[in-house]
């Protein structure tokens, strides 16, 4: 049951959507002509904010059905760190390559998305890890946004969901300069228009109360995370009443925020597949590619790793979720944990 295309947003679920939680509902229902499919759909489209990032166990369901769904899920998704000793035997004589996501992997999920620090445990593992294996942070922050939470220079950003890569600024190679730092920005064009639409969207959304736009450079946070949930629906119809006007843009749903982007062909799992490239890994067999990453837009990297067979997707989640990735891990804390075995692993077999 994956749908790779459902974190599209479209106008008609954002109308929906609006439509079945705003209370005068009769003079929305005058020109959006819903069915009751259509209103079904709000629904889910409601459900699927709510459980992209959940705050609470659902009430609906006992504690021990909970469990047995989570068991369930993990056994088709288990434990990256139980299952450790298994991957290292499938990435024995492999070049490894790690691509970690930023929010809800490195970092724990905040409400403040200026206050999502990552803990100094994982700052040094993550240099570590950087040491042994080329790494690289694809996230949907502005690339140096994210370069202010991480300080590591020997790693690759891969910024606005990967439409804006730059390579390591410090060489991983002692005394080799590196001058011709790679920088991929595929969608620059779109610069003046997001900027605009950034400024349009501070205006309009000023008055719903904590709602926050975020500047990513080639795209745009709306965040919902502090908004009353009664204020979710006329939000999202902000923004939808903006991107009318804006063809050229769309939005995808991430946790508790929605992301206004370019409508190019270029995403996290495009981002990947041009950082393998560049490293010279693009026709090889023997690299072995980990991507980490908590979030639904890092279902298109996932789905690459299936696609090419090679390396492994990791999923931070605690719930169950339809994902392409094979393991799990449940928090970034686990994520440290299990950076922190990769490193040990590397350090152990070249001994
Ligand atoms: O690709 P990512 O690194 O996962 O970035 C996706 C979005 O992450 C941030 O928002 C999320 O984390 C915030 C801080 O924990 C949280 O407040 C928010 O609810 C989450 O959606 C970031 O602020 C967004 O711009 C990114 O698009």
Redesign the pocket.
């Known amino acids: 049951m994956k749908n790779h295309e459902s974190n599209v947003v479209g106008p008609d679920v954002m109308l929906i959507a609006l439509a079945a939680s705003i209370p005068n509902a009769a003079v929305l229902g005058g020109f959006l002509n819903l069915s009751s499919s259509q209103i079904k759909d709000t629904n889910n489209w409601i459900d699927s904010i709510r459980a ?2 959940p705050t609470r166990t659902r009430s609906s369901s006992s504690s021990s059905d909970n469990q047995d769904k989570i068991n369930s899920w993990m056994l088709y998704h288990p434990s990256a760190l139980n299952m450790f000793d298994q991957i290292a035997y499938n990435m024995k004589g492999k070049k490894i390559v790690t691509f970690l ?5 490195l ?7 200026d ?2 620090f990552m803990t100094k445990k994982m700052r040094a593992t993550l240099k570590d890890i950087a040491r042994h294996f080329p790494t690289a ?6 690339r140096d946004k ?1 370069y202010s939470f991480v300080k590591l220079a020997q790693l690759y950003y891969a910024g606005s ?1 990967g439409m804006d890569i730059k390579g390591p600024t410090k060489s991983r190679t002692p005394n080799k300069g590196n001058d011709k730092a790679l920088l991929c920005q595929p969608a620059s064009k779109f610069l003046p228009m997001i900027e605009e639409v950034y400024k349009i969207l501070l205006e309009k959304t000023k008055s719903v109360p904590g709602a926050k736009v ?1 500047n ?1 450079k080639f ?1 745009l ?1 709306v ?4 908004v009353d949930e009664k204020c979710w629906a006329a939000l999202a119809e902000q923004v939808r009443l903006v991107l009318n006007e804006y063809p050229k843009l769309k939005l995808t749903q ?4 929605l ?1 206004i982007r370019p409508t190019i062909k270029w995403d ?1 799992g495009k981002a990947l597949e041009f950082l393998l490239e560049s490293l010279g890994y693009d026709n090889s067999n023997d690299v072995f590619p980990i991507y980490i ?3 639904r ?2 279902e298109d990297a996932f789905k690459v790793l299936r696609n090419r067979g090679q390396g492994i997707g990791i999923l931070v989640s605690r719930v169950p979720k339809d994902t392409e990735a094979s393991y799990t891990l449940k928090d970034p804390a686990e994520v440290e944990q299990f950076l922190r075995r990769l490193v040990q692993w590397k350090r152990s077999s070249t001994q």
């Open positions: 992209s990032s996501d930023y929010d809800g992997t970092s724990p999920i905040v409400a403040d998305p206050k999502a942070i694809v996230t949907g922050r502005c994210v969901h975020e990513n795209c946070s965040h919902f995370r502090c991430g946790r508790k925020v992301e996290k990453g908590d979030d837009t890092d």
